[in-house]
């Protein structure tokens, strides 16, 4: 397997950029600047550019020939729509993100973008022409993590088992695709990872890196559940995604009442006895019984 050199890559953009004028700053974030659980092999280079007109570069794709040979690219959107990203598969396997910023934004810190929550793990700049980016707030250490409000708690809690009904519900009616995209990508995504952060931090007062979507879960979360994952998803066959619900339902119920016994929070546990109990009778009239 041939993968391209990425240092190499990362040299061939300061070149580039320090040739464009429309190009005022570069700095590098993710992996490859931090110190924390730093780039491998296998990592991808993301890159912020300081553009005065970013969207030239982020609508064309011409550009990208300067540093290989494109595979494939596309742009990913803000929750407004707006394009603030290109990312790219180059020849050889190297992926880069292409966060393409206006001076404005530069000046303000980036300030409404998740630039500042990824550059608090590592920041370099690169290049820096007008002197923007020395303004950046970045986050100078991670202190403990607070837990969160027990309004919060409970309302991931009640989220989880309404879903795990509405699952129930779609397995009835057939809808295996919805049923399973649910049991294993937003009860699990969603809920079931924010309450196994909380129980990481909980055992450890707060004082656990748990990354964000899951990052490196198999150092922080806990081997008990780390062996229920391995069978908390399901094949496309419905008995499967009945098993799976099942799994998902035991793992949740056990690290949540654990969490909340921590925090010393109320688990609603009469109310997920009759939920358990409304998808076992449910899964049963599936099969006849």
């Not at 730093?38 to 890159?47: G, H, Y």
């Not at 995209?181 to 937003?186: A, K």
Request: aromatic share 12%; with cysteine.
């Amino acid at each position: 397997m041939n993968r391209s050199d990425p240092s190499l890559l990362l040299r061939q953009v300061i070149v580039w950029a320090q040739t464009q004028g429309g190009i005022r700053a570069a700095a590098l974030v993710g992996s490859a600047a931090r110190p924390d659980h730093p780039a491998d092999e296998w990592s991808d280079l993301d890159l912020v550019l300081v553009a005065t007109d970013p969207q030239a570069y982020l609508a064309s794709t011409d550009w990208l020939a300067e540093f290989g040979e494109p595979w494939f690219t596309f742009v990913e959107r803000d929750p407004a729509g707006q394009v603030i990203e290109r990312r790219v598969l180059f020849a050889g396997g190297q992926d880069v993100d292409f966060m393409v910023y206006s001076i404005e934004s530069a000046r303000q810190g980036f300030a409404g973008t998740f630039v500042p929550e990824i550059a608090a793990r590592g920041w370099r700049v690169l290049l820096d022409k007008d002197g923007i980016l020395p303004s950046l707030p970045l986050a100078a250490s991670r202190g403990p993590v607070q837990p969160p409000s027990c309004e919060e708690f409970s309302e991931v809690v009640n989220d989880f088992w309404f879903q795990a009904v509405w699952t129930a519900k779609k397995l009835r009616r057939g809808e295996l695709w919805t049923a399973k995209r649910c049991c294993d990508d937003y009860l699990k995504r969603e809920l079931l990872l924010r309450v196994l952060e909380w129980q990481a931090q909980a055992a450890q007062e707060g004082a656990v890196d748990t990354w964000f979507n899951g990052r490196f879960m198999e150092q922080w979360a806990s081997p008990a559940a780390l062996e229920k994952l391995r069978i908390a998803f399901a094949y496309y066959e419905e008995e499967d995604v009945w098993r799976a619900l099942r799994v998902s339902m035991d793992l949740f119920d056990e690290v949540a009442r654990e969490t909340a016994r921590r925090w010393g929070y109320d688990y609603p546990v009469t109310n997920v006895e009759k939920v358990r109990r409304w998808v076992e009778a449910c899964q049963l009239r599936s099969m006849g019984r």
